[in-house]
């Protein structure tokens, strides 16, 4: 059915509708008799435009009523007007309906367009293919807000080892800085399922309460975003290594936990060694030390730490290794809580008084430095019994009593150092039941004394001998030569006398000989000479006389691989100086153990003829007798 159909059923009004009727069957408009066949190609082309004819229509049948109701001309005009317009635009195409000006206005704007795009896409052709930007990942959420998603799971699992939510929430606290450091802070950004947060968490606390450390260059101090492990002063090792070296003993530490029940997550790779010398600036020791109760080594050597041992180190059950020297700490009594303690240093200190009794059950030490200190008592009361004892450092204490036999007992010993204490008596004969000792040294302890026991000599690995400022006599033991190794030996100022043995010639790697301050007579052994490692060597103030042998000169030859820089005689010793002997000297009256005097050249043969003169007075005044 046609357009003019449509109108024909549409309105009323006569004129109206013959209008239309008219405009639709015009002879002369063959557009719209292509539209008249419903079912031409022409009808389906221009479905588009028909939707907007019918709207039109519409309107213009409403206009139509409303003109009809009126009756007056001014409809009938305004309905003629509007159908002039129709055939106006009916018969133009969108060329002629668009204004010319806008239209080349628009086609210069599009112009300008294409030029703007297709000139720099050239340049950048030119050079290197266009590449076009990658397309921004979309915004990932704020770390702040991951990592807050996940403050309180990490609070749940560290609140039972760090006193509890109280503690653990209060913002004046090393554990709740510990605990926003490890959300926020650390680098490593650890989850709550992490089997290192327990021990990182304690380190950290410990760092809080000890800290700020000042940062070592080339060290990776507490706090790197690297695992704890590989931080200064930790050292670590895998459990199942630890396992091992303890044979099975780490498997009931960790499943028991602190003596308290608390137990911590044990990670993969467990802290063994703990040093931090100079660390501890507030001289505190913080309590989760003892949440580290794996823990084996732990120095904590020139701090501040006062008073008595803190009571979380004695929660360290387990350790092997302690070292607490130069602190100024007075009570160690219950020191025998570290029943597998193998290496204890207590070193410059402020103890007094006694060795507690509880040292009794440190059966399995090995080293002990107890030196610079004022214990008093008799320490070997405590421990003779200490078998595997290696070093053993007393000096510089107020130890009484006297070396028991049972040091021979002791025959892991390859260090011991008691001097500058009140021991008396002798040196036990037992001492060469101990073959691996290789330093021993007595000094400055003038109750000590006798015969310097011969068994010295069946020490084949004794390298260290110092026995000066006692009261030791008789003669320098010949079996002494035998001690290969010996390098350095010191019998200064003690009551010693008769001749050099010349059997210390083989002595071949002698470096230091003190025998100065002593009674010795007769003439320097041209057997000396042999030792060629000599650096030093000293006969001062003894009644050694006689002519230095000229072997012995020889090793102040500069051309030697070893050079004797100081060779110091008695002045009634004939020797060179400086070619030979660096100097000579002569003891001062009610100076007769240490007061050294070097007298001028000059005055040498004056005084050295007087004293000859003196002698042969005496020597003829004894014929005479006779």
Same mark, same amino acid.
Not at 528 to 534: D, G
């Given at each position: 059915?046609?357009?003019?159909?449509?109108?024909?059923?549409?309105?009323?009004?006569?004129?109206?509708?013959?209008?239309?009727?008219?405009?639709?069957?015009?002879?002369?408009?063959?557009?719209?008799? @292509?539209?008249?066949?419903?079912?031409?190609?022409?009808?389906?082309?221009?479905?588009?435009?028909?939707?907007?004819? %019918?709207?039109?229509?519409?309107?213009?049948?409403?206009?139509?009523?409303?003109?009809?109701?009126?009756? $007056?001309?001014?409809?009938?005009?305004?309905?003629?007007?509007?159908?002039?317009?129709?055939?106006?635009?009916?018969?133009?195409?969108?060329?002629?309906?668009?204004?010319?000006? *806008?239209?080349?206005?628009?086609?210069?704007?599009?112009?300008?367009?294409?030029?703007?795009?297709?000139?720099?896409?050239?340049?950048?052709?030119?050079?290197?293919?266009?590449?076009?930007?990658?397309?921004?990942?979309?915004?990932?959420?704020?770390?702040?807000?991951?990592?807050?998603?996940?403050? =309180?799971?990490?609070?749940?699992?560290?609140?039972?080892?760090?006193?509890?939510?109280?503690?653990?929430?209060?913002?004046?606290?090393?554990?709740?800085?510990?605990?926003? =450091?490890?959300?926020?802070?650390?680098?490593?950004?650890?989850?709550?399922?992490?089997?290192?947060?327990?021990?990182?968490?304690?380190?950290?606390?410990?760092?809080?309460?000890?800290?700020?450390?000042?940062?070592?260059?080339?060290? +990776?101090?507490?706090?790197?975003?690297?695992?704890?492990?590989? =931080?200064?002063?930790?050292?670590?090792?895998?459990?199942?290594?630890?396992?091992?070296?303890?044979?099975?003993?780490?498997?009931?530490?960790?499943?028991?936990?602190?003596?308290?029940?608390?137990?911590?997550?044990?990670?993969?790779?467990?802290?063994?060694?703990?040093?931090?010398?100079?660390?501890?600036?507030?001289?505190?020791?913080?309590?989760?030390?003892?949440?580290?109760?794996?823990?084996?080594?732990?120095?904590?050597?020139?701090?501040?730490?006062?008073?008595?041992?803190?009571?979380?180190?004695?929660?360290?059950?387990?350790?092997?290794?302690?070292?607490?020297?130069?602190?100024?700490?007075?009570?160690?009594?219950?020191?025998?809580?570290?029943?597998?303690?193998?290496?204890?240093?207590?070193?410059?200190?402020?103890?007094?008084?006694?060795?507690?009794?509880?040292?009794?059950? +440190?059966?399995?030490?090995?080293?002990?430095?107890?030196?610079?200190?004022?214990?008093?008592?008799?320490?070997?009361?405590?421990?003779?019994?200490?078998?595997?004892?290696?070093? +053993?450092?007393?000096?510089?204490?107020?130890?009484? $009593?006297?070396?028991?036999?049972?040091?021979?007992?002791?025959?892991?010993?390859?260090?011991?150092?008691?001097?500058?204490?009140?021991?008396?008596?002798?040196?036990?004969?037992?001492?060469?039941?101990?073959?691996?000792?290789?330093?021993?040294?007595?000094?400055?302890?003038?109750?000590?004394?006798?015969?310097?026991?011969?068994?010295?000599?069946?020490?084949?690995?004794?390298?260290?001998?110092?026995?000066? *400022?006692?009261?030791?006599?008789?003669?320098?033991?010949?079996?002494?030569?035998?001690?290969?190794?010996?390098?350095?030996? %010191?019998?200064?100022?003690?009551?010693? $006398?008769?001749?050099?043995?010349?059997?210390?010639?083989?002595?071949?790697?002698?470096?230091?000989?003190?025998?100065?301050?002593?009674?010795?007579?007769?003439?320097?052994?041209?057997?000396?000479?042999?030792?060629?490692?000599?650096?030093?060597?000293?006969?001062?103030? *003894?009644?050694?006389?006689?002519?230095?042998?000229?072997?012995?000169?020889?090793?102040? %030859? @500069?051309?030697?691989?070893?050079?004797?820089?100081?060779?110091?005689?008695?002045?009634?010793?004939?020797?060179?100086?400086?070619?030979?002997?660096?100097?000579?000297?002569?003891?001062?009256?009610?100076?007769? @153990?240490?007061?050294? *005097?070097?007298?001028?050249?000059?005055?040498?043969?004056?005084?050295?003829?007087?004293?000859?003169?003196?002698?042969?007075?005496?020597?003829?005044?004894?014929?005479?007798?006779?």
């Amino acid at each position: 059915m046609g357009y003019g159909a449509r109108g024909n059923n549409d309105g009323d009004g006569g004129r109206g509708n013959a209008r239309v009727v008219a405009v639709n069957n015009g002879a002369g408009d063959d557009r719209y008799s @292509r539209k008249a066949g419903a079912e031409g190609v022409g009808a389906r082309q221009m479905s588009d435009f028909d939707d907007t004819k %019918d709207k039109n229509s519409a309107l213009r049948k409403k206009i139509f009523m409303d003109g009809g109701a009126g009756g $007056g001309a001014g409809g009938d005009d305004r309905l003629r007007k509007i159908a002039t317009a129709d055939e106006e635009l009916e018969g133009r195409s969108l060329m002629d309906l668009v204004d010319r000006g *806008t239209l080349m206005v628009g086609c210069c704007l599009i112009l300008i367009v294409v030029i703007a795009v297709t000139i720099p896409v050239a340049l950048i052709s030119e050079d290197e293919p266009y590449v076009a930007p990658p397309v921004p990942d979309p915004p990932s959420a704020s770390p702040t807000m991951a990592r807050q998603q996940v403050y =309180w799971d990490i609070f749940d699992r560290v609140q039972r080892i760090a006193g509890g939510p109280d503690v653990l929430g209060d913002p004046n606290t090393a554990q709740n800085r510990a605990l926003n =450091w490890i959300v926020f802070e650390d680098g490593m950004e650890l989850g709550p399922g992490k089997d290192h947060l327990h021990q990182r968490f304690v380190l950290m606390v410990i760092y809080f309460i000890s800290g700020p450390w000042t940062p070592v260059e080339g060290r +990776l101090e507490w706090g790197s975003p690297v695992h704890e492990c590989e =931080w200064e002063g930790i050292t670590c090792k895998d459990v199942e290594e630890l396992e091992a070296e303890l044979e099975g003993k780490i498997s009931e530490l960790l499943e028991s936990g602190r003596e308290d029940g608390v137990k911590i997550d044990v990670p993969q790779r467990i802290i063994n060694r703990l040093e931090l010398r100079q660390r501890l600036v507030s001289g505190e020791v913080p309590g989760e030390f003892s949440l580290l109760y794996y823990l084996q080594h732990l120095d904590l050597e020139n701090n501040q730490l006062v008073g008595a041992l803190p009571s979380p180190l004695y929660k360290l059950f387990n350790l092997q290794t302690l070292f607490l020297e130069q602190n100024q700490l007075t009570n160690i009594d219950a020191v025998g809580e570290y029943r597998y303690l193998e290496h204890l240093s207590v070193s410059k200190n402020a103890f007094q008084g006694p060795l507690p009794e509880s040292f009794k059950q +440190l059966k399995y030490l090995k080293t002990l430095y107890l030196h610079t200190n004022a214990f008093t008592g008799q320490v070997f009361d405590i421990l003779k019994d200490f078998k595997k004892l290696e070093l +053993l450092d007393l000096a510089f204490n107020k130890f009484e $009593g006297t070396l028991p036999a049972e040091l021979g007992e002791m025959s892991n010993l390859t260090s011991v150092f008691l001097g500058h204490n009140e021991f008396r008596g002798t040196i036990p004969a037992e001492i060469g039941r101990c073959p691996n000792l290789k330093e021993f040294q007595i000094d400055a302890s003038h109750k000590i004394g006798g015969p310097i026991p011969t068994e010295f000599g069946k020490l084949p690995n004794l390298e260290f001998l110092k026995l000066d *400022t006692c009261a030791f006599n008789g003669t320098l033991p010949p079996e002494l030569a035998e001690c290969q190794k010996l390098y350095f030996l %010191d019998v200064n100022s003690n009551d010693l $006398g008769g001749r050099i043995p010349t059997e210390f010639g083989k002595l071949g790697n002698m470096r230091t000989l003190g025998l100065a301050n002593n009674d010795f007579i007769g003439g320097i052994p041209a057997e000396l000479s042999q030792m060629a490692q000599l650096e030093k060597a000293y006969f001062q103030n *003894t009644d050694l006389d006689g002519v230095m042998p000229q072997e012995i000169c020889n090793l102040r %030859d @500069r051309g030697n691989q070893t050079v004797l820089e100081e060779l110091i005689v008695p002045c009634d010793v004939e020797c060179e100086i400086p070619t030979c002997c660096t100097r000579c000297s002569e003891m001062q009256p009610g100076n007769e @153990r240490g007061g050294i *005097t070097t007298i001028a050249l000059p005055l040498l043969h004056i005084l050295k003829g007087m004293k000859t003169i003196h002698r042969r007075r005496a020597a003829a005044e004894g014929k005479r007798q006779r």
